[in-house]
Structure formats: C-alpha cells, structure tokens
C-alpha cells in the first residue's frame, strides 16, 4: 500500500459516499474494528487491518461504477489547473471548486495528517519562501498558514498592518504585489477591503491565497470547516447529503460563513438555519446561491426556533470592527450559543463549531465558555485541521502534492500524545 491506511481507508469511504457503519458492514467487519484501522500509526489503540480486508476493500472500489467517475475527472488535469482563478494558481473564492475538486483537495489534506500531528516530516516545499501579508489583526489565520507552510519545509516572511508596510506611504496594491513577487514564491494576503486580494493577484503570477478580504471571503477558512464537518461525521457515522446546518450569529459581516454557505451548497439537499439578530442577516446573493441548488433555507431571529434538529451548529462573533456602535443593539444574550441551550435543543452528537476567535469577555454574548470541557465543542479540532488544508491548499497551487508521499521521514523529537488535555477521547478518530 503506497498511503497510509488511515489515508486509504478514508478514500474509500469517499468515494463510496457511505459513513463508517454502513462501509464496516459491507466489508464484513465491526464498527469498532474498522475505528482501530483509522486511527494515526502512532495513536495507542490503533491496529493494522489484515491483508485480505485490504484486498477486499481495493477489489470494491476497483469495481464500483462510481470509480470509474473519478478516474474520468483525474484525466481533466492536475487538481490546481482544475480550481485555477482566471487562468492563475491562486485561490481567491470558494467559487472556484466543485465537490469534486473540494474532494481531491481534502484527499490530499489527509495525507498531510501525519506532519499535521508531528508523526512525520517532508520538505517538498524546502527553498520556497512564503510571503504573508496581513493588513488587518489575526493570529490563528496568520500563524496557521506559516505553519503549514513551515512543515512542508518551506520559510516565511511575515508583515503585519498598515504600519508596518509601505502602503503607508501611498504606495499601490499592484505596486505591493509586484515587488513582494520578486521576493517570494507564493503570497498569502488578508486585507480589510472586500475584492482587493483579487487585485493583488492581478498584478502576479505567483500563487496568492486569499486569508480573508473584509466582508467578502475567506475560503481557507471554509475549505477547513467543511473538512471538519466531513471527519466529525465520519467519526458519528454522518453523511453531509440531506443534513440541517445552524449558522449563528453576524451573518452579514461575517465572512467565513459567506464562504461556508456556498462551499456547503455543493452537497444535496443541505437544510439551512439562518439565526441572527435584525440588521444582521446573511446577504440576500448568497442566499440567492445557495436557494437555486435546491437547499431549504430558513431564517429566524431565536436560537430556540433554529436549533432543533441541527446537526452542525456554527456560531460567530459579532464583526464590531466593521460597523457603527449602534447597530450592536439587537446582540444580546439571547444569541449566545451556550450549554443550556444545546442541551434543550440538540441531540448528543451535535457539533458545536465556531471560525475563532471568539469574545469571551462578559457581556460579548459569544459562544459561551461554559462548552468548553464538552465533547460536543468542536473548535479546537477545526482549528487544528486548518494545518493539513492549508498543507493541502500550498502543495496543490505549487504543483508538489504527488511528492509528499515519498518524501515522508520520521520526526526527531517526541511530541505530545495529545495538544490539548481534553483532546485524548477524540485523537485520530476523525
């Protein structure tokens, strides 16, 4: 087997469109069996799946029809010519993928997971320099994409607002963008103006990511959210087709579920919950994207209406940064995502998901702290897998995914079992 077996197996599942309990039953096998098979090498609990199981799972694939789907899409080009904006090896929008494109990314994102989890160690990307410029505050956007960049063995030159750049001093977008090219090998740009990382881009050829452009986008952000939604599921024997989606919160400033939504409208017959105070709610284009592929939608002003049923509850904090002080009126507590209100409405295998950072000073009405030792609160796992996509998103638009695989050497050092201490009951089961 020239991938992992977790990486394998996960493939399978893929593109058989069946979850964990229906694939262990047409294979033969337990549920719990094949959990043991999906954990990371170095997980405590994991186990190698006999040889004749392998062999089994490889002849269904080989002879399911949906396969033959795949390989006709692998003979369309490599998956960056496929997601290209305006001819470029960039990624600007959400807009640019289809599920299938989504999907090979994410296949590629999985077998980042072992460098993610610091089992293993590529340098595909060694001698390539990233260029991240944020002209706005963020730390887990910012950091998350160096780190990703780092680990393929990449190096990064960072800058941080307006301050510190020479678009202080009237200096163009094109001008910026042009000069840093001849600087780096590829760019990641955060700007608090929507459409202007699109101007960016044009005035290079180098690969640029978008990491959020005022209240526009921001597709790394929901390419990891929708992997996470697709592990969690994974793990609960879910399947995205046909599932209620709660997004809560700033739904009109609130870039990240502008991108969700639509990445989301791939799948089939998705219902959507859209909770949010008055003045706030999701611009009516969006809606308009996601209505024309078929998908309920409803819209509500209380969390006690919306969150029934949910499968998947996606908070957000308000965006104070982009507008008056007076339109804060309508946020109050009663938007606040909190234990006694997933309790009352929700289910035991809900997923409590949130973009980060959330306010968690008194009165902010963020999602409440009070989920943080309950496993239904999945946002440091969605943080943690903005590494593998963005691992992902980096080796596709430089063209180096086929080489991971073989490059992969053990680590030197000895990392911790589990990051967080209430990580231990879910590690590697995604």
């Not at 069946?18 to 186990?47: H, N």
């Not at 507590?333 to 929700?346: H, M, S």
């Not at 053990?410 to 995604?430: A, C, M």
């Given at each position: 087997?020239?991938?992992?077996?977790?990486v394998?197996?996960?493939d399978?599942?893929?593109?058989?469109?069946?979850?964990?309990d229906?694939?262990?039953?047409?294979?033969?096998?337990?549920?719990?069996?094949?959990?043991?098979?999906?954990?990371?090498?170095?997980?405590?609990?994991?186990r190698?799946?006999?040889?004749?199981?392998?062999?089994?799972?490889t002849?269904?694939?080989?002879?399911?029809?949906?396969?033959?789907?795949?390989?006709?899409?692998?003979?369309?080009?490599?998956?960056?010519?496929r997601i290209?904006?305006?001819?470029?090896?960039?990624?600007?929008?959400v807009?640019?993928f289809?599920?299938e494109?989504?999907?090979?990314l994410?296949?590629?994102?999985?077998?980042?997971?072992?460098?993610?989890?610091?089992?293993?160690v590529?340098?595909v990307?060694?001698?390539?320099v990233?260029?991240?410029?944020?002209?706005?505050a963020?730390t887990?956007?910012r950091?998350?994409?160096?780190?990703?960049?780092?680990?393929l063995?990449?190096?990064?030159?960072?800058?941080?607002?307006?301050?510190?750049?020479?678009?202080a001093?009237?200096?163009?977008?094109?001008?910026?963008?042009?000069?840093m090219?001849?600087?780096?090998?590829?760019?990641?740009?955060?700007?608090?103006?929507?459409?202007?990382?699109a101007?960016?881009?044009?005035?290079t050829?180098?690969p640029?990511?978008?990491?959020g452009?005022?209240?526009?986008?921001h597709?790394s952000?929901?390419?990891?959210?929708l992997?996470?939604?697709l592990?969690e599921?994974?793990?609960?024997?879910?399947?995205?087709?046909?599932?209620?989606?709660?997004?809560?919160g700033?739904l009109?400033?609130?870039?990240t579920?502008h991108?969700?939504?639509?990445?989301?409208?791939?799948?089939?017959?998705?219902?959507?919950?859209?909770?949010?105070?008055?003045?706030?709610?999701?611009?009516p284009?969006i809606?308009?994207?996601?209505?024309?592929?078929g998908h309920?939608?409803?819209?509500?002003?209380?969390?006690?209406?919306?969150?029934?049923?949910?499968?998947?509850?996606y908070?957000?904090?308000?965006?104070k940064?982009?507008?008056?002080?007076e339109?804060?009126?309508?946020y109050?507590?009663?938007?606040q995502?909190?234990?006694a209100?997933?309790?009352?409405?929700?289910g035991?295998?809900?997923?409590?998901?949130?973009?980060?950072?959330r306010?968690?000073?008194e009165?902010a009405?963020?999602?409440?702290?009070?989920?943080?030792?309950?496993?239904?609160?999945?946002?440091?796992r969605?943080?943690d897998?903005?590494?593998p996509?963005?691992?992902a998103?980096?080796?596709?638009?430089?063209g180096?995914?086929?080489?991971?695989q073989?490059?992969?050497?053990?680590?030197?050092?000895?990392?911790p079992?589990?990051?967080?201490p209430?990580?231990?009951?879910?590690?590697?089961?995604?």
């Amino acid at each position: 087997m020239t991938v992992s077996q977790q990486v394998f197996l996960r493939d399978a599942m893929r593109r058989l469109n069946l979850t964990r309990d229906v694939f262990a039953g047409r294979i033969g096998v337990k549920r719990r069996a094949l959990d043991t098979w999906l954990l990371p090498e170095g997980s405590q609990e994991y186990r190698s799946m006999p040889e004749v199981v392998g062999r089994f799972v490889t002849e269904i694939v080989e002879n399911d029809a949906l396969l033959q789907k795949y390989a006709q899409r692998a003979q369309s080009g490599p998956l960056r010519n496929r997601i290209a904006a305006e001819g470029k090896h960039q990624l600007l929008s959400v807009d640019q993928f289809t599920r299938e494109s989504v999907e090979d990314l994410f296949r590629v994102a999985d077998q980042m997971q072992p460098i993610a989890r610091r089992q293993k160690v590529s340098r595909v990307l060694e001698g390539a320099v990233l260029g991240n410029l944020f002209f706005e505050a963020s730390t887990r956007t910012r950091v998350s994409f160096g780190s990703a960049f780092c680990r393929l063995g990449g190096s990064v030159c960072d800058t941080t607002g307006f301050t510190f750049s020479s678009m202080a001093k009237g200096e163009s977008i094109y001008d910026t963008s042009r000069v840093m090219s001849g600087y780096v090998d590829a760019m990641v740009i955060r700007h608090p103006e929507k459409g202007s990382v699109a101007e960016f881009a044009r005035a290079t050829n180098i690969p640029v990511v978008n990491g959020g452009d005022g209240p526009g986008e921001h597709p790394s952000q929901a390419l990891l959210d929708l992997y996470t939604i697709l592990t969690e599921f994974s793990r609960l024997g879910k399947l995205l087709d046909g599932a209620h989606i709660a997004l809560v919160g700033d739904l009109k400033y609130g870039r990240t579920v502008h991108s969700l939504i639509k990445l989301l409208s791939l799948y089939r017959g998705l219902k959507f919950t859209l909770i949010s105070p008055h003045g706030l709610e999701m611009p009516p284009y969006i809606l308009d994207q996601a209505s024309t592929r078929g998908h309920v939608i409803e819209q509500t002003h209380s969390l006690q209406e919306g969150l029934p049923g949910a499968d998947v509850i996606y908070a957000t904090r308000v965006q104070k940064e982009r507008f008056s002080a007076e339109e804060l009126e309508g946020y109050s507590p009663d938007f606040q995502v909190n234990k006694a209100i997933v309790d009352a409405c929700c289910g035991p295998d809900v997923i409590v998901m949130h973009p980060l950072p959330r306010d968690s000073r008194e009165g902010a009405n963020d999602l409440s702290v009070d989920l943080n030792h309950d496993p239904r609160l999945a946002i440091f796992r969605q943080t943690d897998n903005g590494i593998p996509v963005r691992m992902a998103i980096f080796a596709v638009l430089l063209g180096v995914e086929g080489l991971v695989q073989h490059s992969l050497r053990d680590v030197t050092w000895s990392p911790p079992s589990h990051v967080g201490p209430d990580d231990s009951v879910f590690h590697g089961l995604d």
